[in-house]
């Protein structure tokens, strides 16, 4: 119990962090895209605008270094949060198993007990308090693993746009050097 504790704060702490970290990236690429932004803005209004050419590819390489950095970063997140996930379907499986046990528990111990003496009474409120304490943190076990999940498809669908518009800034690029 103490092992699947240790690990539910382990798993807590790998989250915050990823979210926090999920917070900066998506700071980084939305000022990104206002320079990539700004950048066509000055283009359209120079009177000549192959004459900033250069000076756009350069930005627009560099801000597609920068993104495709920051996609490497999450597909690394994404593959430790596959990780997660999986030791979390092995902690479903064992609470499934435990809750189980927990009722076969139940059901043995009110067959088999007739009559109760003290301690065989207090021995059956200590069980009944231990079992309630399991199944609270099986609770929120599960709470976690569904916020987890949550957690997990929001960065993957992040990840999924920003590489659609790291490859559509491309190709954009692609155009105006082969124009």
Same mark, same amino acid.
């Given at each position: 119990m103490r092992q699947l504790q240790q690990e539910l704060t382990d798993t807590r702490?790998?989250?915050?962090?990823?979210?926090?970290?999920?917070?900066?990236?998506?700071?980084?690429?939305?000022?990104?895209?206002?320079?990539?932004?700004?950048?066509?803005?000055?283009?359209h209004q120079a009177a000549n605008p192959n004459a900033d050419l250069p000076a756009k590819v350069k930005s627009t390489s560099s801000v597609l270094l920068h993104l495709s950095a920051e996609t490497q970063l999450f597909l690394k997140e994404l593959l430790s949060?596959? /990780? &997660? +996930?999986?030791? $979390?379907?092995t902690l479903e499986e064992e609470k499934k198993k435990l809750e189980e046990e927990v009722v076969n528990l139940r059901r043995h111990l009110e067959m088999?007990?007739?009559e109760r003496s003290p301690?065989?009474?207090?021995?059956?409120?200590t069980e009944e308090r231990a079992r309630r304490d399991v199944v609270e943190k099986l609770k929120e076990l599960s709470q976690f693993l569904q916020m987890q999940k949550k957690v997990m498809?929001?960065?993957?669908?992040?990840?999924?746009?920003?590489?659609? /518009? &790291? +490859?559509?800034? $491309?190709y954009r690029l692609s155009c105006r050097l082969d124009g």
């Open positions: 702490k790998k989250v915050s962090m990823l979210e926090a970290s999920l917070e900066v990236t998506a700071h980084h690429h939305t000022n990104s895209e206002n320079e990539t932004q700004e950048s066509e803005r000055r283009s949060m596959k /990780e &997660l +996930q999986k030791k $979390s379907e088999n007990t007739v301690v065989e009474q207090y021995k059956r409120e498809n929001n960065i993957a669908r992040e990840l999924k746009e920003a590489t659609t /518009e &790291l +490859q559509s800034e $491309s």
